[in-house]
């Protein structure tokens, strides 16, 4: 397996394995969010999408790496951090450290920037997702917790954040997001 930058030749495949993951597991349906999720050119702009491919190329999961505050798809205006956005592992590939592998390719993009930190939101019904990363150390943030008005209160991000390399955990203002 190899982890790497996706090809703009690869941006449909990539957003149409983020929908399809996303979709098995989201029992409110992803509505417009799907369009957003497809856009992966839209977030090559302004993030990094990386990629884990198999040895004949395959496309095994994806993950969006957001390099600081400035990027159109922070969710966060903490200048010391970095964010994980849309970790999706292939339905055929789940179980064999594609998730850890994406997700220590962005701790090690954010170390080598210099950031201290690394944030990000799932929702409550990615129970696979929660335990990756308490697993690699997040910790859960309830000040970072946000819901879509558009749901009414049922849709809610749960934030998570973990501290790098021994940096003071220092609580952070509450961070206002967008989906």
Known sequence: MEIRLGRPDEFGAIGELVVDVYDAIDP???GEYADELRDV?????SADILVAVDGDGSLLGAVTYVPGPASTLAEFDDPDAAGIRMLAVAQQ?????????????????????????????TT???????????????????SMDWHAPESEGEFWLRGFRLQLDGAAATQQPEQGVSR
């Open 28 to 30: 409110h349906g992803l």
């Open 41 to 45: 050119a839209g977030r090559a702009a």
């Open 124 to 142: 409550d019904w990615m129970a696979t997702a929660h335990r990756l990363y308490a697993g690699m150390g997040f910790e859960r943030d309830p």
């Open 93 to 121: 590939a789940q179980g064999r450290g594609i998730g850890r592998a994406l997700v220590d390719a962005c701790l090690g993009r954010a170390r080598a920037a210099g950031r201290r930190r690394v944030l990000l939101h």
